[in-house]
């Protein structure tokens, strides 16, 4: 993504800073900002410091994502040495910046990459590694201080239940947790639970009780080679656990989790824009203390550090409840004057019953109006949280549900349900060429384009970005194949008009892929979004099955 609108929307228009013209690539081992929160932290402590930051003219900055959560690691990594060399082979780079372990090894691997850029490799989860091709800033994660915030908190803990995985980064992470360890090994049992299933670990963490805590690692892969994202995991062991959770990543400090002394994303978000910047950067500050209130509470631990961020903690009474109160005062007030009369009025009994039974009608009118207006409010809400406010089509959150849904149905029926995943071709170039306002005309036309394509049966929703995913109840895969042609075939013909006159065509690559017996939703829509990738890897502008390509049309 090109961050050039951004930087030059924030940028003062007299000031000193970076280097004319200065291009940066920044990679990102993980996925979007909407699929992981370590990454959205990254780019709110990277906006943060180039907010701060004045200059001349804005340098150029280009984001390339690997997702390894989502992927895999090997196939995020397989394609994009040739991507990159394609798609940057006419930009003149001053450096390249590597986030996280799978784009540092990736960059590692291929000193044939921008030969002569200045690279710098930035949290690379190499102890003492030093490239021979670039800088290092590696983050070491404190576990003494870590484990130091356990005992100081929670002083009746006598057993501490370490969670983590078999990936290269934990492992290293769990020589140095162990050696920490050794400091309490005369007061606490320190036990470690690396080879676990992800369902092991739920009832290990519900066995426990107050005088047991947990250490939980960025865990993402359990014994069986199952994957996922460690905040997914970490909010199911929070659901399960009767133990306080303590862990050393700002990303997984999650509702639930009680969080510790840990690594800042938002800070080497702020690295990343001082290399970007050209400025020298600092590590001392990386890590500190971040807590989930609400936990520390529901827990009943005490001396947090001084300090210490807490997150999710309330405002003031006045600020949480002020209407409330405003409200009682009222009704206080009201009920002391309906008092007050009714003993002025003890000798006109019947009037005062008159005046009391019309009051209670008023209220029973007024709670009646109010509890209408809370379900149209509620509906409201509802349909809200479940359409794309672009399009006005149902959003992720409403497929994914719909998808579970229609999966059970199937099952239970045995009838064929088939998934599109419907992407637009060169997405990002027609925002960069023609501008966002054409690039969103683009998605809701396609939205538009879907909903009068589609059947009354079918549910199109767009899933984030230029995506689609079109669900077909009742549809086998090679008749959800010829529906997919027809929308490719239509999506063709659609022309915007950009500035100037300039006619903007589109087209759109299409993965189809149908249910199986005991599928699960996640698992639809990985193969759907597999046959997406292999059709735009192929060249686009086609329908994808899953397992083989259909030709495409003209």
Request: aromatic share 6%; charged share 25%; with cysteine.
């Amino acid at each position: 993504m090109l961050l050039l609108a951004w930087l030059a929307a924030v940028a003062p228009a007299s000031a000193s800073g970076a280097p004319p013209g200065r291009q940066v690539l920044v990679l990102y081992s993980l996925g979007a900002d909407s699929a992981s929160i370590w990454q959205q932290l990254l780019h709110k402590g990277l906006e943060e410091e180039l907010a701060r930051n004045a200059w001349t003219t804005a340098p150029g900055i280009f984001e390339e994502r690997f997702d390894g959560a989502r992927l895999g690691e090997d196939a995020a990594a397989a394609a994009m040495a040739p991507y990159l060399r394609a798609k940057y082979a006419d930009v003149k780079l001053d450096a390249i910046i590597a986030e996280n372990q799978l784009a540092n090894r990736f960059l590692a691997a291929h000193p044939d990459l921008f030969p002569g850029v200045p690279r710098h490799y930035v949290n690379h989860g190499r102890r003492d590694w030093q490239p021979d091709d670039g800088s290092s800033l590696e983050v070491l994660p404190d576990f003494v201080r870590s484990l130091g915030v356990i005992t100081q908190m929670a002083p009746a803990v006598k057993r501490i239940v370490v969670i983590g995985d078999q990936t290269r980064r934990v492992q290293q992470w769990l020589v140095s947790l162990r050696a920490a360890a050794s400091l309490y090994r005369h007061r606490i049992v320190f036990e470690y639970h690396d080879r676990a299933t992800f369902a092991e670990l739920e009832r290990l963490v519900g066995s426990l009780d107050r005088t047991s805590a947990v250490f939980l690692l960025p865990t993402g892969l359990d014994s069986t080679g199952a994957l996922i994202t460690p905040p997914t995991l970490a909010r199911r062991l929070a659901a399960a656990s009767n133990a306080p959770i303590f862990t050393s990543l700002q990303s997984l400090v999650l509702p639930g989790i009680v969080g510790g002394y840990v690594v800042s994303g938002e800070s080497i978000g702020r690295i990343i824009a001082r290399i970007m910047l050209g400025q020298p950067v600092d590590t001392a500050k990386v890590q500190g203390y971040y807590f989930d209130y609400p936990t520390v509470r529901r827990f009943g631990l005490g001396a947090v550090p001084s300090g210490a961020i807490l997150l999710n903690r309330p405002g003031n009474i006045w600020d949480l409840y002020g209407w409330q109160i405003i409200a009682g005062l009222t009704l206080i007030v009201v009920e002391g004057v309906l008092i007050t009369a009714l003993f002025v009025a003890l000798r006109d009994r019947r009037r005062t019953l008159a005046v009391l039974n019309d009051e209670r009608n008023s209220l029973e009118d007024r709670v009646l109006q109010r509890t209408l207006e809370l379900l149209m409010a509620n509906t409201k809400l509802e349909q809200l949280a479940t359409t794309d406010p672009l399009t006005g089509i149902a959003n992720r959150r409403k497929m994914t549900d719909t998808i579970g849904a229609e999966l059970e149905r199937a099952a239970r029926f045995g009838h064929p349900l088939s998934v599109l995943m419907v992407d637009i071709d060169y997405f990002k170039r027609i925002n960069d060429t023609f501008g966002h306002e054409v690039g969103d005309r683009a998605i809701v036309a396609m939205a538009r384009l879907l909903t009068a394509s589609l059947r009354t049966i079918d549910t199109a929703a767009r899933f984030g970005g230029e995506e689609f995913v079109v669900l077909m109840p009742e549809t086998d895969e090679d008749v959800a194949t010829i529906a997919a042609e027809r929308l490719r075939e239509a999506a063709s013909a659609i022309r915007l008009a950009g500035e100037d006159g300039v006619q903007v065509a589109l087209t759109v690559t299409i993965g189809v892929a149908s249910a199986r017996p005991d599928d699960t939703p996640s698992a639809l829509m990985v193969r759907a979004d597999k046959a997406l990738y292999r059709g735009k890897k192929d060249g686009r502008n086609r329908v994808v099955r899953d397992g083989c390509v259909a030709a495409r049309a003209g």
